[in-house]
């Protein structure tokens, strides 16, 4: 009897179809050949700017190495908007991760509320943003550091609040279970489980925060970017390329400093 | 001490985890509740101090109706029961110390447990404990440098520093080995006995229970099908806790013969 009802059983079992897979295949690659045809790429072109990259290459030897002493204070400015704006923004996105963390804050009219807010953050281009807050403070470093902090702010929120959804939920069970209050319960049971990652992505931001701020000139707003802007509108390319070797060597040092704090972090 | 009050509890799924449960049990006790996987051993303990909500019924705390309590006095009433989990429920990365001292943070103000500002009597008190446990020479270890038997002794000295009159065990041993197992339920049975905290514990082993309890509670399908001294506990009994019976029983759980029979 039970031989018979396996072969019916074996009838309704049929093999998932694989269509779906196929048709997605499908769309990605159509998608890419429009979107590549509407940008009007060509490998053409590719081939014919190679050259112009060896001229600029060209023209950019031999640097200007006297160039360094000139631009140490941009630089160090710099450093210091990564600095303030990856501190502002690992402070501020406390709040924000653990009122969007699913298994901290059990009340929706919070949680989505504080993710939405979260999300029109990242979902601003960076440099945009930037310009923007050009336009309300005016020229200078404030403006970067705010962009930097609001910058700082959606990666690292984003980042911990993952982390807190992933903590062992055990301590928290236990710090309900001791009579202790919503602020207590996630000093002691949240707060000891995500500071390594927590710190580690404060570092982590500070890094790519330098990358940013290299940049954040060109819509002027403060540190070593305003530089390579008037260098490059004026064809000046041995300042050029001695901004980008210092620039290439603090990223490298900072680089290497900060992934030797993480790692002794976690 | 703790009252149970026509409880039902109904998970979101429909699930039924206890079905109207009446049940006293005394100041001093140590009570055993044994029973299958599932059949609603860690409901019952979870909604004495309401870590899981009740959806019929009232349980009476101390005098206090813990079901019905909010804000401060809940807490209040939860401060007065430690419990024990079968995963220790440390904070693996903070100090033994700093683990035994949480058990405090219901006794003072948010901003001072956040600054760590205990007093002093507060860390006498979980010295104290620490040492009640044998535990004292670990205080400033890292929670994760312990073996699992040495993080449950820990998380009782969490519940003595708490000052509970009560203490909540869901199985406190599921996760040791023999030897360590009779330490912590050795641990416990003098806590009960020395400090006249009531326990209440849920056991897997059978053979625990007859050795540690004063009174055992058999759960089955959210319901106490039996509930008397550890003595009358006869393996016909368990048997029906557990199910077990004849194998036409087994097959057709319908046709179970109610318990009163099946102990004449």
């Known amino acids: 009897m039970s031989q018979t009802k396996l072969k019916t059983d074996l009838q309704h079992l049929k093999k998932p179809s694989r269509s779906k897979t196929y048709f997605t295949l499908l769309l990605f690659v159509v998608l890419m050949i429009v979107s590549a045809i509407s940008v009007d790429f060509s490998f053409q072109k590719l081939f014919e700017g190679f050259p112009n990259m060896f001229n600029l290459v060209d023209k950019m030897s031999p640097p200007n190495w006297s160039y360094f002493s000139y631009i140490t204070e941009p630089m160090l400015e710099t450093i210091r908007m990564a600095v303030v704006g990856a501190t502002f923004g690992s402070i501020l996105s406390i709040p924000f991760a653990i009122l969007s963390a699913r ?20 979902a601003f281009p960076d440099l945009l943003m930037a310009a923007l807050l050009v336009a309300v403070f005016g020229l200078g470093t404030t403006a970067g550091i705010i962009a930097l902090s609001l910058f700082s702010l959606g990666i690292v929120s984003k980042l911990t609040y993952e982390s807190i959804e992933a903590i062992d939920p ?12 919503k602020l207590e319960i996630i000093y002691y049971g949240v707060v000891p489980q995500i500071m390594p990652q927590y710190l580690s992505y404060c570092i982590y931001v500070f890094e790519i925060n330098i990358r940013f701020a290299a940049i954040l000139g060109l819509v002027g707003a403060g540190g070593i970017g305003q530089f390579y802007d008037t260098n490059l509108s004026l064809f000046n390319y041995p300042n050029v390329s001695a901004m980008i070797i210092y620039t290439l060597a603090v990223v490298l040092v900072i680089d290497f400093i900060s992934g030797r704090l993480r790692r002794s972090l976690i | 001490m703790i009252e149970f009050h026509n409880v039902s509890k109904v998970y979101p799924n429909g699930t039924r985890g206890l079905n109207n449960i009446n049940v006293k049990l005394e100041k001093g006790e140590f009570v055993v509740i044994v029973g299958l996987s599932g059949a609603g051993k860690s409901t019952f303990l979870r909604c004495i101090n309401r870590l899981h909500e009740v959806t019929d019924g009232e349980i009476i705390v101390n005098g206090k109706s813990i079901t019905q309590a909010k804000g401060k006095p809940l807490l209040h009433i939860r401060r007065d029961i430690g419990m024990i989990f079968q995963n220790f429920n440390l904070v693996k990365r903070s100090s033994v110390l700093r683990n035994v001292l949480s058990g405090r943070v219901g006794y003072h103000s948010t901003m001072k447990t956040i600054f760590g500002l205990f007093p002093k009597e507060d860390k006498d008190l979980a010295f104290q404990a620490l040492d009640r446990v044998n535990m004292l020479e670990k205080a400033y270890a890292r929670a994760d440098e312990l073996s699992g038997g040495q993080q449950q002794r820990v998380s009782i000295a969490r519940a003595l520093a ?23 339920m050795d641990d416990l049975h003098h806590i009960n006995k020395e400090m006249g905290i009531t326990m209440v514990v849920n056991l897997h082993s059978i053979q625990l229970a007859r050795e540690y309890a004063t009174r055992m509670i058999g759960v089955r399908a959210g319901e106490i099908v039996f509930d008397g001294p550890v003595t009358e506990a006869t393996d016909e009994v368990l048997d029906f806790i557990y199910g077990k019976g004849t194998t036409t029983v087994e097959s057709f759980p319908e046709k179970q013969q109610p318990l009163e029979e099946v102990v004449q």
């Open chain 2, 162 to 184: 708490q000052e509970a009159k009560i203490i909540l065990a869901d199985e406190p041993v599921a996760s040791l080995d023999p030897l360590t197992t009779k330490q912590v």
């Open chain 1, 103 to 122: 298994n901290v804050t059990k009340s929706k009219w919070v949680l989505l509320p504080t993710r939405f807010l979260m999300n029109i953050n990242r």
């Open chain 1, 170 to 181: 055990g301590p928290l069970e236990a710090m309900t279970a001791v009579g202790a209050n």
